[in-house]
């Protein structure tokens, strides 16, 4: 499946943004499409996922209750809205796709098969 991730950009303490990433090549029904990120110098980290068939959906402790992650089944996108952002949350951030994982691994990178390239969000303070 390929990915590709939009939506990134500049935006202040306190403010949203949504980025979106546009999935193609395959039905997605077996798939679980998470976000991650990485910050300059620091290792990626889990940022949100749903399972494409069932909805369900998991986030990381960090982003809870801030972040939400959704698709539209209709035009095979994944989206993240991302409300009162902090500087914290600046970062790259990648959609990826993965087949079949179980939910205990579903925070881990190596887990996905197909990676976005990558939006840049910078949050200002």
């Known amino acids: 499946v390929q990915l590709q991730a939009s939506g990134g950009g500049l935006v202040q303490a306190g403010g949203s943004l949504r980025l979106s990433c546009a999935a193609s090549?395959?039905?997605?029904?077996?798939?679980?499409m998470g976000w991650f990120r990485q910050a300059p110098g620091k290792e990626r980290e889990f940022v949100a996922a749903?399972?494409?068939?069932?909805?369900?959906?998991y986030y990381a402790d960090s982003v809870k209750g801030r972040f939400t992650i959704s698709r539209d089944k209709t035009k095979n996108t994944v989206y993240l809205q991302m409300n009162s952002l902090k500087p914290e949350d600046t970062a790259v951030y990648y959609c990826?796709?993965?087949?079949?994982?179980?939910?205990?691994?579903?925070?881990?990178?190596?887990?996905?098969?197909?990676w976005g390239q990558g939006t840049q969000l910078t949050v200002s303070s």
């Open positions: 090549g395959r039905t997605l029904s077996d798939y679980v």
């Open positions: 749903v399972r494409w068939s069932a909805g369900s959906t």
């Open positions: 990826a796709a993965a087949l079949r994982t179980i939910v205990g691994l579903i925070r881990f990178p190596s887990s996905y098969n197909s």
